[in-house]
């Protein structure tokens, strides 16, 4: 999940798995595979970088054990 700001200043998050592809206009434009469009006032290049740092960040965290699972054998 990744914050934006919306057009008029209300900030969302978004789940960045959503993203279809981003337009380069005056405003950056997000269209998702929901076919719903945003229009935010980061750029594209801030867009893109708050999901590689969100991606990162899902890599270098550990993976969740699940309840009852024994850690030695979680593979």
Wanted: glycine share 2%; no cysteine; charged share 30%.
């Amino acid at each position: 999940m990744i914050r934006l700001t919306r057009l008029n200043r209300a900030v969302m998050v978004l789940n960045s798995d959503l993203i279809e592809h981003i337009d380069i206009t005056p405003d950056t434009v997000i269209t998702l595979t929901t076919g719903q469009i945003l229009r935010v006032r980061e750029s594209v290049d801030e867009v893109v970088e708050r999901i590689v740092e969100f991606r990162r960040r899902l890599q270098a965290s550990p993976a969740p054990l699940v309840e009852g699972e024994n850690p030695s054998t979680a593979d």
